[in-house]
């Protein structure tokens, strides 16, 4: 393949070798998009499974069962100013994923470049707009259910009787099972897509040359990855929340002679498992912490070896 020579030379930008006569695919490769397949891949799936109609019902009554939760007890409020807090930086990351396709875009057709080159930095909108939109749906959701989380620990020491409690902590643990059981298709192919772009954007470093002038075509890659990994740490909290619940209620005074009902309730929150699961998985944050971790190892082993054999 080509190598792509992206640099400045005496103050013009001087664009790949044209890739004229071409498919797009072949184009693709030799601008460095290998890594953006996974995350094609994993938004054509989705977009499939949400369109069938099983899957679409399930959505629809699991966002109906959260909103109405909400309402309930008026957390509305308290959802929208965790929303806002991750809209910013989203909004962010999209317009500069929109402002990097829109320069390559117009300095290729400075160039005379043809119309794949130039349908490269389109693709790169059009899948970065989706991610972007992809992770703000699945924070929503995340966002929802630890709001939830927060409010049961709010007034667990409100409510009076046991009994009570056992109560409201199945209502949530069912609205956990609901809600995971219906996204975990999303967090999974998330998951997946970061799992096989790495290494994919290895490869492209290998094509495109282990320079700096091969960064730029990367940077959109290495930003998707950032979204859906917030994702998933996100999802992991929520299973943290859940098992800081029994030494809460560990801690509370429920009044005199309460203290075996107490430890029975202990245990019976402890023993449910609460959480957040993908395919029948829990979630937890040392779990992504060591999925980093590994891909952090292997992605920098191999950039030094590569960078000391090219010394």
Same mark, same amino acid.
């Given at each position: 393949?080509?190598?792509?020579?992206?640099?400045?030379?005496?103050?013009?930008?001087?664009?790949?070798?044209?890739?004229?006569?071409?498919?797009?695919?072949?184009?693709?490769?030799?601008?460095?998009?290998?890594?953006?397949?996974?995350?094609?891949?994993?938004?054509?799936?989705?977009?499939?499974?949400?369109?069938?109609?099983?899957?679409?019902?399930?959505?629809?009554?699991?966002?109906?069962?959260?909103?109405?939760?909400?309402?309930?007890?008026?957390?509305?409020?308290? @959802?929208?100013?965790?929303?806002?807090?991750?809209? %910013?930086? *989203?909004?962010? $990351?999209?317009? =500069?994923?929109?402002? &990097? !396709?829109?320069?390559?875009?117009?300095?290729?057709?400075?160039?005379?470049?043809?119309?794949?080159?130039?349908?490269?930095?389109?693709?790169?909108?059009?899948?970065?707009?989706?991610?972007?939109?992809?992770?703000?749906?699945?924070?929503?959701?995340?966002?929802?259910?630890?709001?939830?989380?927060?409010?049961?620990?709010?007034?667990?020491?409100?409510?009076?009787?046991?009994?009570?409690?056992?109560?409201?902590?199945?209502?949530?643990?069912?609205?956990?099972?609901?809600?995971?059981?219906?996204?975990?298709?999303?967090?999974?192919?998330? @998951?997946?897509?970061?799992?096989?772009?790495?290494? %994919?954007? *290895?490869?492209? $470093?290998?094509? =495109?040359?282990?320079? &700096? !002038?091969?960064?730029?075509?990367?940077?959109?890659?290495?930003?998707?990855?950032?979204?859906?990994?917030?994702?998933?740490?996100?999802?992991?909290?929520?299973?943290?929340?859940?098992?800081?619940?029994?030494?809460?209620?560990?801690?509370?005074?429920?009044?005199?002679?309460?203290?075996?009902?107490?430890?029975?309730?202990?245990?019976?929150?402890?023993?449910?498992?609460?959480?957040?699961?993908?395919?029948?998985?829990?979630?937890?944050?040392?779990?992504?912490?060591?999925?980093?971790?590994?891909?952090?190892?292997?992605?920098?082993?191999?950039?030094?070896?590569?960078?000391?054999?090219?010394?």
């Amino acid at each position: 393949l080509v190598q792509d020579t992206w640099s400045v030379r005496g103050g013009d930008w001087h664009a790949p070798p044209s890739c004229k006569g071409d498919p797009m695919l072949t184009c693709w490769l030799q601008r460095g998009m290998l890594s953006m397949v996974p995350f094609v891949i994993a938004a054509l799936v989705v977009i499939l499974l949400s369109c069938a109609p099983t899957q679409s019902s399930a959505l629809k009554g699991m966002l109906s069962m959260l909103m109405a939760y909400m309402r309930r007890y008026d957390l509305l409020s308290r @959802l929208r100013s965790r929303v806002v807090r991750d809209t %910013l930086p *989203l909004l962010c $990351i999209w317009i =500069l994923l929109v402002a &990097w !396709a829109i320069i390559g875009t117009v300095l290729d057709s400075k160039l005379g470049q043809d119309a794949h080159e130039a349908q490269h930095f389109f693709s790169v909108v059009v899948i970065g707009s989706f991610a972007t939109a992809w992770t703000y749906c699945m924070l929503l959701v995340c966002h929802a259910l630890s709001t939830i989380i927060d409010h049961f620990c709010c007034e667990v020491s409100n409510l009076p009787d046991i009994l009570d409690i056992m109560q409201k902590w199945n209502t949530l643990q069912a609205l956990l099972l609901k809600a995971a059981g219906t996204i975990e298709w999303n967090i999974l192919a998330m @998951l997946l897509a970061v799992a096989f772009a790495i290494p %994919l954007l *290895l490869a492209d $470093i290998l094509m =495109l040359g282990a320079t &700096w !002038a091969a960064a730029p075509p990367l940077v959109p890659v290495v930003l998707i990855i950032i979204l859906f990994m917030r994702v998933f740490l996100k999802a992991a909290s929520i299973t943290d929340k859940c098992a800081r619940v029994p030494p809460l209620v560990n801690s509370l005074c429920f009044g005199a002679g309460t203290e075996h009902r107490r430890q029975l309730l202990v245990e019976y929150i402890s023993s449910s498992g609460a959480g957040f699961y993908v395919c029948d998985v829990r979630l937890t944050m040392g779990g992504a912490l060591k999925f980093m971790y590994t891909w952090s190892i292997v992605a920098f082993g191999f950039a030094t070896n590569l960078f000391t054999s090219l010394d």
